[in-house]
């Protein structure tokens, strides 16, 4: 077969896949979590008395955490999910220099100088923005919360993809196999050099939260689950939460992570933000793919992910497999994206999305 045919092909697949799993979405649901989408516009109806299905989706505690580092410039973002029954969940890793728009307006906000130059209610909001979710716990914490958040968990080995390094003290952490106590992990999450592009420093500190999920195992400390998330209170404080959090599996995720050009840059940064990176520094903004976005926290906290719009809220069911797929040069994560991002062309809300092989 031709390079052209197989393309071709490739794309045919893609656009049928993508067309099937939009007319399963395009049933309808109307969405609501136990918390009514956590107090957001969720599942707004494109007009009233439209009688749509109803799928209750459980609800799932959600924390938003920064590490910043002494002069609280931020340098990882994380949102933790709970499973429903309350122990385990999820660490989802967000750049910091992410733009909270995921690069679709006019002006640039990154939430690292969201968070320097508006504080943290702002950086919050913003991270809600990009998220799609709202939060039940909401923290920054130093290299001494860091260290305190892992304690529990012992000497963490950390398979470091990059030579990490901090400028201001001159530690480094070579690339390899090592192993880090908390206190050590605290200082090389929050390692910078405001010299280069800051998302370069992101697979350093990624591994570190990697290390973390698979620290935890199959669950260490004295959280119960619960019979039912109806029963499962929402944690008072971060301490709380990674008790929990603590008490099963972890799964880590993290979002691709896109730059932007110099020039971008340069031209919708806004000037009140670049004073955030200081005279010497780099601006540097990446970007998440919005789809990505809304898959990665559709499948871990489907009743947390907003619906902003006026119009219908789905959720997107992927039947296929990886091995269907083969044949055709693409992944079941392919057609998936390729999916919601033309139900997010179509102006509607993606709520939930669920990986259901043989739907």
Not at 92 to 121: H, K, R, W
Not at 265 to 283: H, N, R, T, Y
Request: aromatic share 4%; proline share 6%; no cysteine.
């Amino acid at each position: 077969m031709s390079a052209i045919r197989s393309r071709r092909r490739r794309g045919t697949w893609m656009a049928l896949g993508a067309t099937v799993l939009a007319l399963i979405a395009a049933i309808a649901l109307s969405i609501v979590g136990v918390a009514t989408l956590a107090d957001s516009k969720a599942g707004q109806r494109a007009r009233e008395g439209v009688d749509l299905p109803l799928q209750r989706l459980p609800y799932t505690p959600t924390a938003l955490v920064g590490t910043i580092d002494e002069d609280r410039r931020l340098t990882t973002v994380v949102v933790l999910t709970l499973e429903p029954d309350g122990t385990g969940g999820s660490i989802v890793e967000i750049a910091a220099s992410a733009d909270a728009n995921s690069g679709n307006a006019d002006l640039l906000e990154p939430l690292n100088a969201v968070l320097q130059v508006e504080g943290a209610d702002a950086f919050a909001l913003d991270a809600e923005v990009l998220t799609g979710v709202t939060f039940d716990v909401i923290e920054l914490v130093d290299q001494e919360g860091f260290a305190q958040i892992v304690s529990p968990l012992g000497d963490l080995p950390v398979d470091m993809p990059i030579n990490l390094y901090d400028t201001s003290s001159g530690e480094q952490w070579p690339k390899g196999d090592t192993v880090m106590p908390g206190a050590v992990a605290a200082r090389a999450v929050t390692a910078v050099d405001p010299q280069i592009e800051d998302w370069l420093f992101e697979p350093g500190r990624a591994a570190i939260w990697q290390a973390v999920a698979k620290r935890v195992g199959a669950g260490i400390g004295s959280a119960v689950p619960v019979a039912s998330d109806s029963d499962l209170p929402r944690p008072a404080d971060l301490d709380a939460f990674v008790d929990r959090l603590f008490a099963g599996p972890v799964h880590y995720r993290a979002l691709s992570i896109r730059p932007l050009d110099a020039e971008r840059v340069a031209e919708q940064l806004p000037a009140a933000l670049s004073v955030a990176f200081g005279a010497a520094a780099k601006d540097a903004v990446s970007v998440h793919d919005r789809a990505e976005t809304l898959i990665v926290m559709g499948a871990v906290a489907p009743a947390r992910v907003g619906a902003p719009l006026e119009a219908p809220s789905f959720r997107v069911a992927m039947g296929f497999t990886d091995a269907e797929l083969a044949a055709a040069g693409v992944t079941s994560t392919d057609v998936l994206q390729q999916a919601v991002n033309r139900l997010l062309f179509s102006k509607v809300n993606v709520v939930s999305v669920a990986d259901i092989p043989g739907s």
